[in-house]
């Protein structure tokens, strides 16, 4: 399967332009619409044509960078996802694919992670930080089924 870059890199030219009004704020926990990207092997992708997904903003920097979390609606039963209940629907928080991103990439605010997930998935990041040697097997930390 091909991937449209070009797409992509147009999309990305027009984000990198991006001013920031002085009043936007985020904060860690929020579930943001994120222009991800076309990306490489197993890195995750935005989806449709704005190659969007949505992401918990892990952790705030300064006002121009972020960590951020990708979120799937395939929910995923493994040690590298974790599942959480947000409006009513099951989706998994994807661990492994952390992504230092630039503000700029922010594009609709969805709502708050509740405390209690957002502090398992710090939990699960730490411990996976500190102790997991991953397997070498593909497809179980996240990427290609997204």
């Not at 040690?79 to 990439?105: A, D, G, L, P, W």
Request: glycine share 6%; with cysteine.
């Amino acid at each position: 399967m091909d991937k449209d870059f070009d797409a992509w890199n147009k999309i990305k030219q027009e984000t990198d332009k991006k001013i920031l009004p002085e009043d936007f704020f985020f904060y860690e926990r929020e579930i943001w619409w994120c222009s991800l990207g076309k990306n490489i092997g197993v890195e995750v992708n935005g989806k449709d044509e704005g190659f969007e997904r949505p992401g918990i903003i892990l952790k705030v920097f300064n006002k121009d960078m972020i960590w951020v979390l990708p979120i799937t609606s395939s929910v995923k039963r493994s040690k590298f996802y974790h599942n959480f209940i947000f409006n009513n629907i099951e989706q998994s928080v994807m661990i492994t694919q952390i992504r230092t991103i630039s503000s700029k990439r922010l594009k609709r605010k969805i709502g708050t992670i509740s405390d209690s997930d957002f502090e398992r998935i710090l939990a699960i990041l730490i411990i996976l930080v500190k102790n997991e040697t991953p397997p070498v097997k593909a497809g179980n930390l996240g990427g290609r089924s997204h």
